[in-house]
Protein backbone atom coordinates (compact mmCIF):
# COMPACT_ATOMS: atom_id res chain seq x y z
CA UNK A 1 0.00 0.00 0.00
CA UNK A 2 2.98 2.45 0.71
CA UNK A 3 4.07 1.51 -2.94
CA UNK A 4 2.54 2.45 -6.37
CA UNK A 5 0.00 2.87 -8.00
CA UNK A 6 -1.62 1.70 -4.26
CA UNK A 7 -0.20 5.15 -2.78
CA UNK A 8 -2.00 7.56 -4.68
CA UNK A 9 -4.94 5.37 -5.47
CA UNK A 10 -8.34 7.12 -4.45
CA UNK A 11 -9.49 3.96 -3.27
CA UNK A 12 -7.78 0.25 -3.12
CA UNK A 13 -10.22 -2.64 -2.57
CA UNK A 14 -9.17 -5.36 -0.50
CA UNK A 15 -11.46 -8.57 -0.67
CA UNK A 16 -11.36 -10.83 1.57
CA UNK A 17 -13.58 -13.78 3.15
CA UNK A 18 -14.52 -13.90 6.41
CA UNK A 19 -11.89 -15.20 8.11
CA UNK A 20 -11.02 -14.48 11.87
CA UNK A 21 -7.94 -12.44 10.89
CA UNK A 22 -10.04 -10.09 9.16
CA UNK A 23 -13.43 -10.38 10.33
CA UNK A 24 -15.63 -7.35 11.35
CA UNK A 25 -15.62 -3.86 12.24
CA UNK A 26 -12.55 -4.04 14.12
CA UNK A 27 -10.30 -5.33 11.18
CA UNK A 28 -12.13 -2.73 8.92
CA UNK A 29 -11.22 -0.08 11.44
CA UNK A 30 -7.71 -0.97 11.51
CA UNK A 31 -6.95 -1.11 8.00
CA UNK A 32 -9.09 2.44 7.34
CA UNK A 33 -6.83 3.93 9.77
CA UNK A 34 -3.32 2.47 8.57
CA UNK A 35 -4.57 3.01 4.72
CA UNK A 36 -7.03 5.70 4.76
CA UNK A 37 -7.89 4.85 0.84
CA UNK A 38 -8.56 0.85 1.74
CA UNK A 39 -11.89 -0.05 1.31
CA UNK A 40 -12.10 -3.92 2.51
CA UNK A 41 -15.24 -5.90 1.00
CA UNK A 42 -16.18 -8.87 2.54
CA UNK A 43 -16.77 -12.03 0.28
CA UNK A 44 -20.76 -13.39 1.27
CA UNK A 45 -20.73 -15.76 4.64
CA UNK A 46 -21.45 -19.29 2.72
CA UNK A 47 -19.81 -18.63 -0.30
CA UNK A 48 -16.88 -19.86 -0.28
CA UNK A 49 -17.40 -21.40 -3.89
CA UNK A 50 -16.27 -17.70 -5.21
CA UNK A 51 -12.94 -18.13 -3.48
CA UNK A 52 -11.02 -20.72 -5.88
CA UNK A 53 -8.68 -21.20 -2.96
CA UNK A 54 -11.51 -22.33 -0.61
CA UNK A 55 -12.35 -24.72 -4.06
CA UNK A 56 -9.22 -26.17 -4.09
CA UNK A 57 -8.90 -27.06 -0.28
CA UNK A 58 -12.74 -28.34 -0.28
CA UNK A 59 -11.83 -30.64 -2.67
CA UNK A 60 -8.23 -31.54 -0.78
CA UNK A 61 -10.59 -32.48 1.87
CA UNK A 62 -13.10 -34.86 0.28
CA UNK A 63 -9.96 -36.27 -2.11
CA UNK A 64 -7.35 -36.38 0.68
CA UNK A 65 -8.15 -35.95 4.21
CA UNK A 66 -11.37 -37.52 4.63
CA UNK A 67 -11.18 -40.45 6.33
CA UNK A 68 -8.64 -39.37 8.92
CA UNK A 69 -7.71 -42.38 9.00
CA UNK A 70 -3.29 -41.24 9.04
CA UNK A 71 -0.93 -43.23 11.27
CA UNK A 72 1.06 -40.50 11.89
CA UNK A 73 2.41 -36.95 10.15
CA UNK A 74 4.47 -38.72 7.27
CA UNK A 75 1.16 -40.85 6.41
CA UNK A 76 -0.26 -37.27 5.34
CA UNK A 77 2.38 -35.45 4.20
CA UNK A 78 3.17 -38.92 1.42
CA UNK A 79 -0.86 -38.86 0.57
CA UNK A 80 -0.99 -35.04 -0.39
CA UNK A 81 2.18 -34.83 -1.95
CA UNK A 82 0.86 -37.91 -3.86
CA UNK A 83 -2.40 -35.75 -4.76
CA UNK A 84 -0.69 -32.82 -5.36
CA UNK A 85 1.18 -34.13 -8.26
CA UNK A 86 -1.99 -35.96 -9.48
CA UNK A 87 -3.87 -32.66 -9.48
CA UNK A 88 -0.98 -31.18 -11.18
CA UNK A 89 -0.87 -33.25 -13.90
CA UNK A 90 -4.70 -33.31 -14.66
CA UNK A 91 -5.91 -30.40 -13.65
CA UNK A 92 -8.61 -28.01 -15.29
CA UNK A 93 -10.03 -24.72 -15.21
CA UNK A 94 -13.23 -24.96 -13.25
CA UNK A 95 -16.19 -25.03 -15.51
CA UNK A 96 -18.60 -22.29 -13.71
CA UNK A 97 -22.14 -23.50 -14.32
CA UNK A 98 -24.15 -21.09 -12.15
CA UNK A 99 -25.53 -18.71 -15.21
CA UNK A 100 -27.27 -15.16 -15.39
CA UNK A 101 -30.85 -17.33 -15.30
CA UNK A 102 -29.58 -18.92 -12.04
CA UNK A 103 -28.87 -15.43 -10.55
CA UNK A 104 -31.91 -14.64 -11.32
CA UNK A 105 -33.26 -17.15 -9.82
CA UNK A 106 -31.92 -16.85 -6.83
CA UNK A 107 -32.24 -12.93 -6.37
CA UNK A 108 -36.11 -13.56 -7.46
CA UNK A 109 -35.89 -16.85 -4.32
CA UNK A 110 -33.68 -14.69 -1.67
CA UNK A 111 -36.68 -11.85 -2.57
CA UNK A 112 -39.74 -14.18 -1.74
CA UNK A 113 -37.74 -15.11 1.36
CA UNK A 114 -36.97 -11.24 2.63
CA UNK A 115 -40.84 -10.83 1.81
CA UNK A 116 -41.90 -13.89 4.40
CA UNK A 117 -39.55 -13.42 6.99
CA UNK A 118 -39.08 -9.58 7.15
CA UNK A 119 -37.51 -9.70 10.74
CA UNK A 120 -34.32 -11.63 9.47
CA UNK A 121 -34.21 -9.04 5.97
CA UNK A 122 -31.49 -6.81 8.20
CA UNK A 123 -27.48 -6.32 6.46
CA UNK A 124 -24.77 -4.62 8.36
CA UNK A 125 -22.98 -3.08 5.94
CA UNK A 126 -19.33 -2.39 6.80
CA UNK A 127 -17.83 0.95 5.23
Not at 17 to 32: F, K, P, V, Y
Amino acid sequence: MSQEPYASAKRVFWIVDNGSSHRGQTAIDHLTSTFPNAVMVHTPVHASWTNQVEIFFSIVQRKVVSPNDFTDLGEIRDRLRAFEDRYNATAQPFQWKFTTSDLDDLLARLDRHTADHPEESSVALAA
